[in-house]
């Protein structure tokens, strides 16, 4: 049986599941089957609706307003079934979920807990508190700006661009890969500014170990039997290893880890987990930070690259920040370029999968639905994003003039690229930040000429994004869909 036969079979599945009681897991591939389907729903009700998949009931939100409702319902609706679930699904210990989700007690924490911990929350509360402590604007995400832009300096050479067997126009050009391009120096500047320089270095095959993993990582998600993924579970098991041998340097070989990532291995210790276990949520740390960035800078400078006249816009924005007086560069970038940021809003409203769950707690009303204790939520924002009463009749193109003649939009209930509530990403701002730094360097420092498109069957087009699988986050594009590209240096003057 290869993959495609086992998603068939899961589909059977499903029909034959609703005979018998059962738990559904958000990450079955059923739930995330009906993730897909409710995208058929955009033109008709938007009112919440109800499978019953595997004995239990999966109510499926689509309408704006319902969606607000579900993101402020935070004491009846909750988000740890799918931690628990992807904490399991990734082989951490029944106990070790049981110890992060321990609440503490008051009476019994030392005066110094207390200070660090005045509300008593568990591990999973804290950690969350420190993303947004690490990532939302302030020092600590202006210290994660200036090393992303330490390292990219290095990384960003012309000499370090990976070369693939094309002819090119001569010594000073290279014909590179956009994709390889982009996770190359993306993934590689996050894990150093996150976990320091040393994690990179304990083996020279990390970046493809993880990409191996993060290009079909869906085959976990779906448990997809291990006989028939055989790559990415070792990929997974790997990682795992090399976290754990992260752990094991010595602290003063890890002085480069971020002030989250120290927080999060120093409460595991706290709690008295193993190495092995902390590792694994190191790992997952990981993955979070690195899943979505790349892909967002492929699919921008791809839309970029094929038009002439939208390349001119950003071009003049990008000469303008880097002829800039006083070191504004990026300030310029970040704060004062319309058109990079009206490209980067429609970049993630159309290559951009979120999706969200909840577990209802007791009945609760949202809109004029009450939805029953002991069932799930669903949220697929994507069909929010494609909706053309709020999008246009164009709502399934790239046109990032619709952010730019209507201002307000990117605020709009329909457009939610980060999710929401207690599940609004926490590292929207740095994503933002290191796409457009990145994305405004590689177009300063070097020309850049599209040599092919590789789509569908090897066909000259623009690559598709892999829409199958419900990320949850960015689409990638489909295996072997590419941009190539032909990059010479710029001698360009500051």
Not at 268 to 282: F, H, P, Y
Not at 326 to 347: K, R, W, Y
Request: overall charge positive; charged content about 25%.
């Amino acid at each position: 049986m290869d993959i495609r036969s086992y998603i068939r079979f899961c589909k059977k599945v499903t029909k034959a599941s609703r005979r018998r009681q059962g738990k559904v897991n958000e990450q079955s591939p059923w739930c995330i089957q009906a993730n897909a389907y409710s995208r058929r729903w955009v033109n008709g009700s938007c009112e919440p609706y109800a499978l019953t998949l595997g004995g239990e009931t999966l109510y499926i939100i689509t309408n704006p307003d319902d969606i607000s409702a579900v993101h402020k319902s935070s004491k009846t609706l909750v988000f740890d079934g799918f931690i628990r679930n992807l904490m399991a699904t990734m082989k951490v210990k029944p106990s070790t979920i049981d110890k992060v989700y321990q609440v503490p007690r008051k009476s019994e924490m030392s005066p110094a807990e207390r200070g660090l911990n005045p509300e008593a929350k568990h591990f999973i509360d804290l950690t969350h508190d420190r993303y947004v402590s690490q990532l939302s604007p302030g020092p600590r995400l202006d210290l994660l700006k200036s090393e992303f832009l330490r390292y990219m300096d290095s990384e960003l050479q012309f000499d370090q661009l990976c070369e693939i067997p094309m002819p090119s126009s001569g010594p000073k050009s290279k014909t590179v890969s956009l994709l390889r391009m982009c996770r190359d120096v993306i993934v590689t500047c996050n894990s150093n500014i996150l976990f320091g320089e040393h994690l990179l270095k304990i083996s020279p095959d990390f970046l493809e170990t993880y990409c191996t993993f993060d290009d079909e990582n869906w085959i976990i998600l779906y448990k997809v039997p291990r006989l028939l993924g055989k790559h990415v579970y070792s990929a997974r098991q790997k990682l795992g290893g090399h976290f754990k041998e992260y752990l094991e340097l010595p602290k003063s070989q890890r002085q480069g880890a971020a002030w989250l990532i120290r927080g999060i291995e120093d409460g595991m210790r706290a709690l008295g987990i193993d190495d092995s276990e902390i590792a694994t949520q190191l790992f997952l740390v990981h993955w979070s930070a690195n899943a979505n960035g790349y892909k967002l800078a492929f699919w921008y400078l791809a839309f970029i690259l094929r038009s002439p006249s939208l390349y001119r816009a950003i071009f003049d924005e990008v000469a303008l920040a880097f002829r800039s007086p006083n070191g504004s560069t990026m300030d310029q970038i970040l704060n004062h370029s319309p058109c990079m940021e009206a490209v980067f809003l429609e970049t993630l409203r159309l290559m951009n999968d979120p999706g969200t769950s909840r577990e209802i707690l007791s009945d609760t009303f949202i809109g004029k639905s009450r939805l029953r204790a002991g069932a799930k939520i669903l949220i697929p924002y994507r069909q929010l994003h494609l909706d053309p009463v709020v999008f246009g009749d164009a709502a399934t193109s790239f046109d990032p003039d619709r952010f730019r003649s209507q201002e307000t939009l990117a605020r709009s209930q329909s457009y939610k690229p980060f999710g929401g509530g207690v599940t609004l990403c926490p590292g929207r701002f740095l994503a933002r930040q290191e796409v457009l730094m990145f994305a405004a360097t590689v177009m300063w420092r070097f020309d850049l000429k599209v040599v092919q498109e590789i789509g569908d069957h090897g066909r000259s087009c623009l690559p598709k994004p892999k829409d199958n699988y419900s990320p949850l986050g960015m689409m990638g594009p489909i295996k072997g869909h590419d941009v190539v590209v032909e990059v010479r240096e710029a001698m360009r003057v500051s």
